[in-house]
């Protein structure tokens, strides 16, 4: 058996948020349930936003209600602030994500609240959470931490100010996310270990885009400074809406093959995992499917780690 690394696939948040159109809530469902299968034992399955904001979320509640009922899952939402954690909850989530912008920039058009302001509410949120009767894991996402498309280069002080005020607010955890794809593999391996100085273990995750085609190069990157959890996103789906020129999510079908191939156990049956992509062409017909593995078919040489 190989180590474990721990893949959570953010296709039907970040993924579909950045979509032409809008999954039909009974395909978003089946999707949910066939990436389950696969053996994805993490899945981001939408945000509490306001649906004004980005109707592809409209249906999260119900999507969280019905995903957390399928056993050997962790099922996560993204919730920007108090009341989007508060309805996390009520729907059952096992975790929610809450972003943090290191830049100034993207920290205003995302949430309208400058970086430290958002610490602040992440603060409220964990407060609030470790008072109710059922356990929800926090994580503390630190976005743009690797570059911004409105500000330009963002400060590494900028990083590490965010990632400790996370974890002093008291988060279980804390990821890195190169939320536009501007990062490169020796700045992934500086902040992961300037992050780590800081906050030891608390740093967990990376969730990368590859907007510069370098989104696997930093994953591996990232996998030789010890990290050992990535997201990625089923077809290379993803952007954000208020981060111009950011593109999709590192894919998951490649990712679980380079992990797979050096001998991680990532628990995923890579064929059953491309099937997946069967039902997400199923709900969102125009949109262009990425993925090499996809696309060139698993070779003869493949063994999965396991
Ligand atoms: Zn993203």
């Not at 503390?140 to 498309?149: D, K, L, N, P, R």
């Not at 949109?287 to 003869?300: F, I, M, R, W, Y």
Request: hydrophobic residues 45%; glycine residues 12%.
């Amino acid at each position: 058996m190989g180590e474990k690394v721990t893949v959570c696939e953010v296709g039907p948040r970040d993924g579909l948020q950045m979509a032409h159109g809008i999954m039909p809530t009974p395909v978003k469902t089946r999707w949910i349930a066939a990436i389950a299968a696969a053996g994805v034992p993490e899945i981001e399955v939408g945000s509490f936003v306001s649906p004004r904001l980005i109707p592809q979320m409209a249906d999260t509640a119900e999507i969280v209600r019905s995903a957390v009922l399928r056993p050997g899952v962790l099922i996560v939402a993204l919730a920007p602030n108090l009341r989007g954690a508060q309805d996390a909850y009520a729907a059952g989530a096992h975790r929610i994500s809450v972003p943090v912008s290191a830049s100034f920039g993207h920290s205003r058009a995302n949430l309208n609240r400058l970086p430290g302001e958002q610490v602040a509410e992440v603060a409220r949120i964990v407060a609030w959470v470790r008072a109710q009767p059922r356990r929800m894991e926090v994580e503390g996402v630190v976005s743009t931490a690797f570059g911004c498309s409105i500000d330009g280069v963002v400060p590494e002080a900028a990083v590490l100010g965010v990632a400790s005020g996370l974890a002093e607010a008291g988060v279980d955890m804390v990821g890195l996310a190169d939320t536009v794809g501007y990062g490169h593999p020796a700045q992934i391996r500086r902040l992961v270990r300037a992050v780590r100085a800081e906050i030891g273990d608390r740093l967990d995750g990376l969730h990368l885009h590859d907007t510069m085609g370098l989104g696997i190069a930093n994953a591996l990157a990232g996998l030789d400074e010890g990290v050992r959890n990535f997201d990625a996103a089923l077809a290379g789906l993803g952007g954000c809406p208020f981060a111009p020129g950011a593109s999709g999510n590192i894919v998951t079908e490649d990712l679980v093959f380079m992990l797979e191939s050096m001998g991680f156990d990532t628990g995923i049956d890579l064929d059953r995992l491309i099937a997946a992509r069967t039902i997400l062409h199923e709900g969102l017909p125009a949109e262009t499917l990425h993925g090499h593995v996809p696309q060139a078919g698993v070779p003869k040489t493949f063994r999965a780690a396991a």
